[in-house]
C-alpha cells in the first residue's frame, strides 16, 4: 500500500521558511517521479513543483519559481519542499503526490503576521 505522510507545516509570518517533509512506503520510491500540489482557498488545486525520479528534473510553478526549492533522498525514502521568502497567498494546503492517484493527508502552511 502506498503511503505518503507529510510534515513541516505550521505558521510562520511573511518572508519566514519551511521544510515540508513527505516520508513515503510502499512503493520503490527511487524509480518514482515525485511532486507538491497544494490547495488554496478559493482557488483551484496548483502544482506547485515535480521532481524525476533520479532528482535531475526539477519543475516549478511560476508562483513559486525562485522561492521554493524541491528535493528528495532516496536512501530515506523521503521527499522535501524547502519554502523560502514566503508570502501569504502561499497559504493552503500542501499534499505530496505519486502520479495522479496517491496523494498524502495534507499539511496546512499558514503565513500571516
Known amino acids: 500500500e502506498v503511503q505518503l505522510v507529510e510534515s513541516g507545516g505550521g505558521l510562520v509570518q511573511p518572508g519566514g521558511s519551511l521544510r515540508l517533509s513527505c516520508a513515503t512506503s510502499g512503493f520503490t520510491f527511487s524509480t518514482s517521479a515525485m511532486g507538491w500540489v497544494r490547495q488554496v482557498p478559493g482557488k483551484a488545486l496548483e502544482r506547485v513543483s515535480a521532481?524525476?525520479?533520479?532528482?535531475?528534473?526539477?519543475r516549478y510553478a511560476d508562483s513559486v519559481k525562485g522561492r521554493f526549492t524541491i528535493s528528495r533522498d532516496n536512501a530515506k525514502n523521503t521527499l522535501y519542499l524547502q519554502m523560502n521568502s514566503l508570502k501569504p497567498e502561499d497559504t493552503g494546503i500542501y499534499f505530496c503526490?505519486?502520479?495522479?492517484?496517491?496523494w498524502g493527508q495534507g499539511t496546512q502552511v499558514t503565513v500571516s503576521s
Open positions: 503526490i505519486k502520479g495522479i492517484a496517491n
Open positions: 521532481i524525476t525520479s533520479g532528482g535531475a528534473g526539477l
